[in-house]
């Protein structure tokens, strides 16, 4: 066996208990966000039929992802790389006697056999929402609006993150007015989507290859770069590209359900955004640090094709995804994970101590099993040692919240309870022990 | 695209709303016994090297794997059939640094190619609990009574299930004393472990092989079936048999101890319980339904060797694990799991409700996300109907527990608020909304 057996294999991760705590924060988040909004958690296969992946993005896709085949067997499957087709055919199944719209949520592990970079693994964890069965601004900002509140239940605020917000017809509208023909609509859209990759020079000499005058090219040169608050009135930002309001109506209604819902500030429009040109069909948005130096934390949108390609009825349907791995460094860049977790593990709500003898002996294993028997959460040593000073640091390292200690009082039924954030110690009758660790003063 | 690929793989599961709550449920209780009883929570990838299973488990194991290799990669995987190589890994790579012993659960998702059966699937869950670094029944029953504390949460009594236990050092001892010679010990074992897949004759003649005299065949027949609850004397068992009673010596500690925790009823000693020969090293256990008739529910004991084989030190260990499948089985032959799954679904705190009016249609969404942002479970209607009656349907179709009504009252800053599982009706400033919904007589 080669010594590359005994590590995880490349791109994927060991959660060792304080790692563990980190995810388990953030899908907390996650979960209680979605929960409270509205939304029904599901699960699929952690592997799917391989034709379920390529009926979505094409055979290209093939080499992105971990596929594989049964020996004997005859189907090829694939590590899911995404969630949404898995909804999708699941929705599709049963189209006719779910309630609409289908609102769920999941927090599966994904798998993507690339090169892992910072911030993209070939295992990891996302958050996918979904909203099937209803269209209009307030569907899609029910989502937008979800993921801000995992967010904030993590300590982030708008000044650490913006959702940039697009949308198709709006886009395809400014186009339009801009001087590109409608058959060149999705090749602007294309080098909207690669505006900071390309040299000015370059973008410039595409822009005219979309059949735009000088004056064209420098307003959609202004329009490719142009982002602003959605606070802001969306005429601003038309003026800049030098035309007119109305052109915007379907960002304009998203920017006043933004504002019913209080969410304004964490929102901005960013004419860039185009994610999925194939996939998406109205909103389009990502999450982004505010530096702009990370990969985006999120993206999502509109989709209303997709229930329909796995074998269901035309559904629109809005969705978004986040993956724990971007999420993590931004936490732990702005100092939201203390400890790098070993704080957010759970603490004890009593460790017992004997300190001696055989009445303590025997009892031990009796109140520890009775104790947690009542839903307590309890640890021991395993030491030798009976000496109580050394075995309260041991609570103390372990974080518990008291110690019990078994001692001389045994005798007559009696047991010490030391608060260990305090430090108070007391007296108490050892078959009170539960009611006292259960009650107000207690856990 | 065949039709097969709408479909999950054979052998997976999707899981809808109610299905996950179910399989949340169970996790929810393995959870809370895991921390109550002073585990922390690990894992690790979905997929490890290929050798990490075969260094283990030998070639032969490769047919029963879910195994790829990634285009163009070098490195053969494979989906995790279990989790203790990838436990025993972890250890091994941290053992100086890790507090011991060391005490960890997971409950990852595994997979295994084989035809799926009942109770036997290709993607299950498994719960997994290992107490690394210490020896001794006290750690034995340890992870014992964490598994019982598991069931007694799910409902479950020692009417249900019980723990068939057995002991590598008594069994050695007893087959001596039967006349066994010791390089038939393995032997002999694998008979025991056979006995109910052969017929009687079959038993007799095999036992024969092993060297036994007619006597000794006679009474290795009664030991194969011997079992009796854990609160009995062993002394009854070893006469049984016809061996001496200190032949149970390691068997008598488990016994001690086991009365000291207050678990004997949920336990059976059971001489046929053997499981892996070539990896157990002292106690081993099943959790099985009284009747007998389903797979185990659960399985495990001491392996003291793991760790050494991945590279870390000599370790004594001891571990469990429990899956999803029989586990649910069981709780739902029993009537554990009401409506299968349904009334598990996390209730609403409040339905909100428009009675129509542009003040009303304006002020819902606001008041929605104020309330979520409190950490209250909203759920709202996407209909366009406002008959109040309709919509508290819908309401109590979501099992909320209350409804927020905007109506008439909204002019003067006031709702409806009523409680739909008693019916009564009171009306509430909407300022107060919040601190009404969150205090003791709201949600």
């Known amino acids: 066996?080669?010594?590359?057996?005994?590590?995880?294999?490349?791109?994927?991760?060991?959660?060792?208990?304080?790692?563990?705590?980190?995810?388990?924060?953030?899908?907390?988040?996650?979960?209680?966000?979605?929960?409270?909004?509205?939304?029904?958690?599901?699960?699929?296969?952690?592997?799917?039929?391989?034709?379920?992946?390529?009926?979505?993005?094409?055979?290209g896709i093939v080499n992105e992802l971990f596929s594989f085949r049964r020996a004997g067997g005859e189907s090829d499957y694939a590590l899911r790389p995404e969630f949404t087709p898995t909804v999708a055919r699941m929705i599709a199944a049963h189209a006719g006697s779910l309630p609409i719209p289908v609102k769920w949520f999941a927090i599966p592990s994904m798998f993507r056999a690339e090169r892992p970079q910072r911030g993209r693994l070939r295992e990891f964890f996302q958050w996918n929402i979904d909203t099937v069965g209803?269209?209009?601004?307030?569907?899609?900002l029910d989502v937008i609006a979800c993921g801000i509140l995992a967010l904030e239940r993590l300590g982030l605020t708008p000044r650490d993150i913006q959702v940039r917000i697009s949308h198709r017809a709006a886009i395809a509208r400014m186009l339009a007015a801009l001087g590109v023909p409608a058959d060149k609509t999705a090749d602007a859209m294309t080098l909207l989507d690669r505006r900071d990759k390309l040299k000015p020079e370059e973008f410039a000499q595409r822009a005219g290859a979309l059949g735009l005058s000088a004056d064209g090219i420098a307003r959609f040169d202004i329009a490719a770069r142009a982002t602003q608050s959605l606070a802001a009135p969306l005429a601003d930002l038309a003026a800049k590209i030098g035309i007119s309001a109305d052109e915007f109506a379907a960002l304009d209604e998203l920017r006043a359900h933004a504002a019913r819902l209080g969410i304004l500030e964490w929102c901005s429009v960013d004419i860039g955004i185009v994610r999925g040109l194939a996939y998406y069909t109205g909103t389009v948005f990502e999450f982004h640090e505010i530096s702009g130096a990370e990969r985006a934390l999120a993206g999502g949108g509109r989709y209303d094709g997709l229930v329909e390609l796995f074998g269901g009825p035309k559904m629109p349907a809005c969705g978004l995804g986040m993956g724990d791995v971007v999420l993590a460094n931004a936490l732990r860049d702005r100092k939201l994970l203390p400890d790098d977790g070993a704080t957010l593990l759970p603490r004890p709500d009593v460790f017992v101590i004997s300190a001696g003898g055989e009445a303590a002996e025997?009892?031990?294993?009796?109140?520890?099993?009775?104790?947690r028997r009542a839903g307590l959460h309890v640890r021991t040593s395993?030491?030798?040692?009976?000496?109580?000073?050394?075995?309260?640091?041991?609570?103390?390292?372990?974080?518990?919240?008291?110690?019990?200690?078994?001692?001389?009082?045994?005798?007559?039924?009696?047991?010490?309870?030391?608060?260990?954030?305090?430090?108070?110690?007391?007296?108490?009758?050892?078959?009170?022990?539960?009611?006292?660790?259960?009650?107000?003063?207690?856990?």
């Open 1 to 59: 066996m080669g010594t590359h057996s005994f590590q995880a294999p490349k791109g994927t991760r060991d959660f060792y208990p304080a790692d563990l705590a980190v995810r388990r924060h953030i899908e907390a988040a996650w979960r209680s966000a979605s929960v409270d909004c509205g939304f029904d958690e599901v699960d699929g296969p952690t592997f799917e039929h391989l034709e379920l992946y390529t009926a979505k993005s094409g055979e």
């Open 134 to 140: 209803a269209e209009g601004a307030p569907h899609d």
């Open 362 to 371: 025997v009892e031990l294993p009796r109140l520890v099993m009775v104790l």
């Open 382 to 443: 395993s030491k030798t040692t009976r000496n109580v000073g050394k075995l309260l640091g041991d609570a103390g390292k372990a974080r518990a919240r008291q110690a019990l200690i078994l001692g001389a009082e045994l005798a007559d039924g009696h047991v010490a309870l030391k608060d260990l954030d305090s430090g108070a110690q007391r007296t108490i009758a050892l078959a009170e022990a539960v009611a006292v660790l259960r009650g107000p003063l207690g856990a």
